[in-house]
């Protein structure tokens, strides 16, 4: 399989999907280590794509999404952004009304939390 049908598969087969630098229990970079940090800070269920372990993929996902950068975010197969959008999506709301829209659960207190932290 093609690193872009691996890719394909992986956007459409789960709700929200974070390609990052490292795992989400384990960043191996600050601004994967911010998205993984504000989605597990609020509960939502999601799976992590380690792109340092394949070069294919890493490489690959910035061709799919046509973005130049990692961390990238999609939910329910749609790319949402990378680090400086989804904190900016966190701190305004917009990322709370995206879940809302598309069925994604999380955690509303502590997504009110990060924007009381930040305000």
Partial sequence: MSAQD???????NNDVVLFMKGTKT?????FSSRVAGVLNFMGVDYTDVNVLADEGI???????SDWPT???????????GGCDIITEMT??????????TKGVAYDKV???KIREANA
């Fill in 26 to 30: 384990m960043p191996q970079c600050g």
């Fill in 91 to 100: 701190l305004s709301g917009e990322l709370d009304q995206l879940f809302d």
């Fill in 6 to 12: 691996q890719i394909k598969q992986t956007v459409e």
């Fill in 110 to 112: 502590a997504a009110e």
């Fill in 58 to 64: 890493r490489q690959g996902i910035k061709e799919y």
């Fill in 70 to 80: 990692i961390p990238q975010l999609y939910i329910k197969g749609e790319f949402v």
